[in-house]
């Protein structure tokens, strides 16, 4: 037992693939794997798949906690049930969870970071049985104000494994004490509780309205550990909606028309 619950399910993996990863657990008799609703890829036979109310963990006890766990995560945008796959099986049984765009997927032994990690809110893909999900606020008015991506964060509990999934290239970077990091809002993944997390304006008026970027940083202090994405889903999405309803002039008006037209685009 530890002080966020049960202990966690002790459970193997494979991280497979490079640019559309899926990560493969294999559980022993009698253990459970918890995941986000349409993170399912597939499974052996002899697993038992059964949707929950919450995470499954120990912390959310009774109608009320569940209740209050549950209504947290829609705070996240996420589902008040997530799914449990336990193998019911004498030996052991693989299932297989899929990261829903492209990029990486990361594995965190809780145990080995401090029993805590705080997430973005959209990153959490799957975990062992016993860690548990919430919520986590960053309580400064600037960041309540203008975080926007990064007010409401997930927070992952427990000594067990966790998986979480973000879009493009992950960095990470061990802070120093003291040591400030600046990042865009969307490419912050995760970081250590011992991170100390703000919001900090842009400035300067041409980079207000001519910058094209945020007008705010996430400014991460260490000592800890941060994870960076090179491509967050919502910069894939607005790219892909500009792309769609937008005619392109890539090479000026005659190439570029030419080579819509090559595209299948018409003129």
Not at 17 to 29: A, F, H, N, S, T
Not at 91 to 119: E, N, Q
Not at 224 to 250: C, D, F, H, M, N
């Amino acid at each position: 037992m530890t002080p966020y619950g049960q202990r966690a399910h002790e459970i193997d993996y494979k991280i497979l693939g490079k640019e559309m990863q899926c990560v493969e657990i294999e559980l022993d008799p009698n253990e459970t794997a918890i995941a986000e609703s349409g993170a399912f890829m597939m499974m052996d036979d002899g697993i038992m798949m059964e949707t929950i109310f919450g995470d499954g963990s120990t912390q959310n006890k009774g109608l009320f906690g569940k209740l209050m766990g549950a209504g947290k995560r829609l705070l996240t945008g996420e589902s008040l049930f997530m799914t449990a796959f336990t193998n019911v099986n004498q030996g052991r049984r693989k299932v297989t969870f899929a990261s829903p765009y492209p990029g990486k997927v990361i594995a965190m032994d809780l145990m080995r970071m401090g029993g805590k990690m705080i997430c973005q809110k959209d990153s959490f893909l799957c975990a062992a049985k016993g860690v548990s999900v919430g919520i986590e606020f960053q309580r400064r008015l600037g960041t309540g104000l203008f975080g926007g991506e990064g007010f409401i964060m997930q927070k992952l509990e427990g000594d067990g494994l966790a998986f979480v999934h973000a879009g493009g290239h992950i960095v990470e970077r061990d802070l120093q004490p003291g040591e400030l990091l600046k990042v865009d809002t969307g490419c912050l993944v995760a970081f250590t509780p011992s991170v100390d997390y703000d919001i900090q304006f842009v400035g300067g008026i041409k980079n207000t309205f001519f910058g094209g970027e945020g007008l705010f940083f996430a400014t991460l202090r260490g000592p800890g550990r941060v994870w960076i994405q090179t491509l967050p889903v919502s910069r894939l999405a607005s790219r892909i909606l500009q792309y769609g309803t937008t005619t392109r002039k890539e090479e000026g008006g005659l190439l570029g028309g030419l080579g819509n037209m090559l595209d299948g685009d018409g003129w």
